[in-house]
């Protein structure tokens, strides 16, 4: 077996950029590294609390899942990556269920690649945050 990067580096710049002109919304990098320890239903849930209350951190959130997923379905781990609504409990269940039935080495290898996603994103928000900006 051979290392592959999966452009782990990469798509974390383009998510920061897309995102950086939001106020405040780039700092949520720091806030999505902690939460990996929490685990991926955690991780991905989060975008629903935000998307009601702040919806542009949401989507920040929701766009970072998103390309997580892709990049862990080339690597032959296939996770959720709809858009669900935070009125639909079913579907909020179902894929809290298909997270936690992961079998248990699919869950830390996608921790591992999380984590480094995540330590990405942090790397890219603090060479791209504004200065002077509202970045939590």
Same mark, same amino acid.
């Given at each position: ?10 798509e ?5 950029l ?5 106020k ?15 685990? #991926?239903?955690r991780f991905?849930?989060?975008? #629903?609390?935000? #998307? $009601?209350?702040e919806?542009?951190?949401g989507?920040y959130?929701?766009? *970072? ?11 032959g781990?296939? #996770?959720p990556?709809e !858009?669900?609504?935070?009125?639909? *409990?079913?579907?909020?269940e ?5 997270l ?16 480094q996603?995540? $330590?990405?994103?942090?790397?890219? *928000?603090?060479?791209?945050k504004?200065l002077?900006?509202?970045d !939590?």
């Open positions: 077996m051979s290392w592959k990067s999966y452009g782990l580096d990469q974390a710049q383009r998510l920061v897309k995102h950086r002109d939001q405040g919304v780039i700092g949520q990098s720091h806030k999505m590294r902690t939460t990996v320890a929490f685990g #991926l239903e991905w849930g989060e975008q #629903l609390r935000l #998307l $009601d209350k919806p542009p951190k989507r959130w929701r766009d *970072t899942w998103k390309s997580f997923a892709a990049i862990m379905l080339r690597g781990i296939k #996770l990556q !858009d669900v609504s935070t009125g639909n *409990t079913g579907k909020i179902e894929v809290a269920t298909q936690w039935e992961l079998p248990i080495e699919d869950q830390r290898i996608c921790l591992a690649v999380l984590t996603f995540c $330590d990405s994103l942090v790397w890219w *928000t603090q060479r791209y504004k002077g900006g509202d !939590d």
